[in-house]
């Protein structure tokens, strides 16, 4: 069965500083890996995927991630946070065999320091 | 390009009594997926609906139901209510093979008093 994990229940930068958010899946095959935002009472919002080729996948608002098999992690990462990027991020995993149920881990809240 | 549309945003419902929940996904999205949103539980998956027809399941009874009409738009209900059926429930539609990632719709919060 399909699993994420998402050690840091809670994280807090400084706003200026850089972020990293740490995602670690299991799964039988290549995994589809995306990275949402949610804001307070707020739908998710995609902000990258993975599915194939380059590790290194640029996303939306500044944020990349980068897909390591032999670590099974796929860490979002920004080199420089703004206020508002404030909100819980989750880390998700597909399959590649169709159908587009999705795992997600317990979500990171991350806290932004003026 | 439309989003995805939930309807209602928001919902007070009593134990034992039923709700259905609406989706419109975007344009040309023909799967569409139902989600369940608590704080104790995180996001966990209900349902998926490709044409019309239920492709994915999760670990819920089967007072969750769906279905998905031509249109591709999408309802779930919820028969005999309890008080742990309160959440967020989030819709997201997606392509067939779902490498774009899915969309998700703001949610509905659903509150069983």
């Known amino acids: 069965a399909q699993s994420v994990t998402q050690p840091d229940i809670h994280i807090t930068v400084s706003e200026g500083a850089s972020l990293e958010l740490r995602c670690n899946y299991s799964?039988?095959?290549?995994?589809?890996l995306f990275w949402y935002v949610q804001s307070p009472g707020q739908g998710l919002q995609l902000l990258l995927k993975?599915?194939?080729?380059?590790?290194l996948v640029q996303g939306i608002k500044g944020f990349e991630a980068e897909f390591k098999r032999s670590q099974s992690s796929f860490n979002l990462r920004k080199p420089s946070v703004h206020w508002s990027d404030a909100a819980e991020y989750f880390c998700?995993?597909?399959?590649?065999?169709?159908?587009?149920?999705?795992?997600f881990g317990t979500g990171t809240q991350l806290k932004v320091e003026l | 390009k439309a989003g995805v549309t939930q309807t209602p945003r928001y919902l007070i419902k009593t134990r034992g009594q039923q709700v259905t929940l609406s989706c419109s996904p975007i344009?040309?999205?023909?799967?569409v997926s139902w989600y369940q949103q608590t704080p104790g539980q995180g996001l966990q998956f209900l349902f998926e609906?490709?044409?019309?027809?239920?492709?994915n399941k999760g670990n819920f009874p089967g007072r969750f139901s769906g279905r998905q009409f031509s249109n591709s738009r999408s309802e779930m209900n919820v028969s005999t209510l309890e008080l742990g059926d309160s959440a967020l429930y989030l819709c997201?539609?997606?392509?067939?093979?779902?490498?774009?990632?899915?969309?998700f719709g703001q949610g509905t919060r659903l509150t069983v008093v």
């Open positions: 609906y490709f044409s019309e027809t239920q492709r």
């Open positions: 998700a995993v597909g399959g590649t065999g169709g159908g587009n149920k999705l795992t």
């Open positions: 997201a539609s997606s392509s067939p093979q779902g490498q774009a990632g899915a969309f």
């Open positions: 993975y599915f194939s080729g380059d590790t």
């Open positions: 799964y039988g095959a290549t995994p589809y």
């Open positions: 344009s040309g999205h023909r799967s």
